[in-house]
């Protein structure tokens, strides 16, 4: 199975996205718009993989991260977050506990970003809007192709943090 880490985007961050998404269509920007439902940052992607249980995910400390700019990569539009170390930092210790337990995954540089549109015709002109969320967890996804696009399921979440391994 097609196998990626993620987090998934709350309401709030979803809504947000949202009008960013109504923004280009009202500019006629056309493509394939990422469904709310889909809607994730993704941390790394491992692709095939036959075995889920054998991914570990580190648990997260919980962080916020705030919407942030937006951009393309050829066609497939994004949007951008505010620089946010401790997300830098969780992504390292995932791709090294990964590449620890030989887990395949893609080793580009992490760029966040969260799609919004592939297949994009146009060049929009957004406004990002105010939006932000903690986050507290991460989640193990598989993809599968759908008749009408991609279908992400979550197979399993990181454990919650325990405030207690708080210092201070
Ligand atoms: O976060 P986004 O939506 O950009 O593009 C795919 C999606 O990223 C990416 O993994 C996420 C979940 O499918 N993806 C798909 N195939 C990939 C590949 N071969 C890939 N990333 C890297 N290498």
Known sequence: MRLFIAIPMS???KDALGRMQRQMRDQRIAGRFTPPENLHLTLAF????PNPDAVFLPRVKPFAIELDGFGSFGDLW???LKPCPPLRRYVLALRHALAYDN???DRKKFSPH???LRG?????AL???RAEMVVDHVSLMRSDRG????IYTELRASEPWDPAWDDG
């Open 114 to 116: 969260i799609t919004l």
């Open 11 to 13: 309401g709030e961050m």
């Open 147 to 150: 008749k009408r696009g991609m």
């Open 127 to 129: 406004t990002v809007p």
């Open 46 to 49: 491992i692709g095939e993989y």
């Open 103 to 105: 887990i395949p995954f």
């Open 78 to 80: 994004w949007a951008g």
């Open 120 to 124: 994009g015709v146009g060049v929009p």
